[in-house]
Nanobody, 129 residues
Framework: QLQLVESGGGLVQPGGSQRLSCAAS????????IGWFRQAPGKEREGVSC????????NYAESVKGRFTISRDNAKNTVYLQMNSLKSEDTAVYYC??????????????????????WGQGTQVTVSS
């Protein structure tokens, strides 16, 4: 069974940091572009970041540029999202997803949920004092 499993969510104070992990089960993660998305209460799901198979192409939403860093460790079959300088508006359920785009072209163009076929169950991040 193909699965993506997110972990690392929790409660963090404003200005703090959190690292999310996205682990693959049942398939090799380095064959896929991986994206991170989030959905805040009452809002639509939005793209946060994506990374190509080799890590050579990375894209970020404007709202997280300079604060979030996406990376991947293909040997560990895991993609990470390091989140720094967290704000209350970063509070959301965070999802990772996989896109089979070989070229990374779609990630270069943006972080669109329409490109992704396999989704994790999500992990809650709450930024609050």
């Amino acid at each position: 069974q193909l699965q993506l499993v997110e972990s690392g969510g929790g409660l963090v104070q404003p200005g703090g940091s959190q690292r999310l992990s996205c682990a693959a089960s049942g398939f090799t993660l380095n064959l896929y572009v991986i994206g991170w998305f989030r959905q805040a209460p009452g809002k639509e799901r939005e793209g946060v970041s994506c990374i190509s198979r080799s890590g050579g192409t990375i894209n970020y939403a404007e709202s997280v540029k300079g604060r979030f860093t996406i990376s991947r460790d293909n040997a560990k079959n895991t993609v990470y999202l390091q989140m720094n300088s967290l704000k209350s508006e970063d509070t959301a359920v965070y999802y990772c997803a996989a896109d089979a785009d070989l070229s990374g072209k779609r990630c270069r163009a943006g972080v669109s949920q329409d490109d992704y076929d396999l989704w994790g169950q999500g992990t809650q991040v709450t930024v609050s004092s």
